[in-house]
């Protein structure tokens, strides 16, 4: 973490995207997920315009992570592009950051939800392809687009990434970066799932903020709560960001534990106008509301995870690991302490 890796540049409004087709590339590789009908429109939008200047273009579009890796890197370490163009949402975001790392092409973010699924691609640790873009656009008719409620569980899991950054980062600006985006996330989730368009650019604008701060919080993956939580809870095939969002309260309750005094200073800004003395419980309440009021589960068993399967893999952690995977798993520790399983965390 030597330099800090952050956008060069960030545009945000309708006339974003002219920002894009102002830099005069003579070829560009864009890549996007084939599936969504809003990336598929603004793709061909993304793609029209290049055409319209000119500019030499491939497009490469698949909803399989690892495919969508391989095409990519294919194209880019033989063609060499002078630029490639992320259009979406999470695991296109990852694939382009870590083909821009390997084949040290620059790239151009345009989001429409979360930035990052922390997909793995060949084996790479996140933490270390993660590249920033030249550009990152946020575009509201792409944004505006998206559906909501899918948009409400990313930014849920991307406001534990900046809680774990604003409790943990060594640097000061880097915690700031994090405790700014948080409560952005925190004060926008809700209205955005209502249906402020305001709202819903606040929050995509601080999606991106909070996974900045985040991976550049740590060095490595295997450093991160958050990440260990998210990759361990995917080997039951579910996904790494949904895995957060289950486990943020969790998460919330283990930091307020482990580091009281910045936990209450997050606390503090997320809800200035409480008396400083009762705002962590109060922010660990509200984000059980959050949960609740998005129906989302409470726990990695109403992920439809099987409890023999947790039970076998759970065999091998540590106590200490047993004793929070069983928290974020059950949903209630104590009801875990009760049963027959006790065995795994005692």
């Not at 920002?19 to 969504?36: M, Q, R, T, W």
């Not at 849920?156 to 994090?178: H, K, N, P, Q």
């Not at 991160?224 to 309260?249: E, N, P, Q």
Request: hydrophobic letters at 40%.
């Amino acid at each position: 973490m030597n330099c800090l890796r952050f956008p060069h540049e960030l545009y945000c409004g309708a006339d974003s995207l002219d920002k894009v087709f102002g830099k005069d590339y003579s070829d560009v590789l864009i890549i996007s997920d084939s599936e969504p009908l809003t990336s598929y429109c603004f793709t061909q939008k993304i793609l029209s315009g290049f055409n319209s200047l000119m500019t030499g273009t491939k497009l490469i579009c698949s909803d399989e992570p690892d495919e969508l890796f391989k095409l990519a890197y294919s194209f880019a370490n033989t063609e060499m592009p002078e630029s490639i163009v992320a259009v979406g949402s999470g695991f296109v975001q990852d694939c382009v950051a870590a083909v821009s790392r390997i084949t040290e092409t620059p790239f151009v973010s345009v989001v429409s939800t979360a930035p990052t699924s922390l997909h793995e691609y060949n084996t790479l640790d996140v933490f270390l392809y993660k590249s920033s873009p030249d550009v990152c656009i946020i575009d509201p008719s792409f944004i505006t687009a998206a559906d909501s409620l899918k948009l409400a569980y990313d930014a849920l899991g991307m406001m534990t990434l900046a809680l774990e950054a604003s409790v943990c980062a060594g640097d000061r600006f880097i915690s700031f970066t994090a405790q700014k985006a948080f409560c952005e996330i925190y004060n926008n989730i809700m209205p955005s799932f209502r249906g402020e368009i305001s709202a819903r650019e606040n929050l995509v604008n601080a999606m991106y903020g909070a996974y900045s701060a985040y991976i550049n919080s740590f060095a490595y993956s295997w450093e991160s709560d958050a990440y260990r939580t998210a990759s361990f809870f995917s080997g039951f095939s579910v996904s790494r960001l949904s895995a957060l969002a289950v486990c943020i309260t969790y998460l919330s309750e283990h930091y307020n534990e482990v580091y009281p005094e910045k936990f209450r200073a997050l606390a503090a800004l997320a809800e200035p106008n409480e008396d400083i003395g009762s705002v962590s419980p109060l922010l660990l309440k509200n984000i059980r509301r959050i949960q609740a009021t998005l129906s989302f589960p409470s726990s990695i068993k109403n992920c439809s995870v099987s409890e023999s399967d947790f039970l076998v893999i759970s065999r091998s952690l540590s106590v200490e690991e047993k004793d929070f995977y069983c928290r974020c798993y059950y949903g209630n520790v104590n009801f875990v302490k009760r049963n027959k399983f006790s065995s795994l965390i005692d």
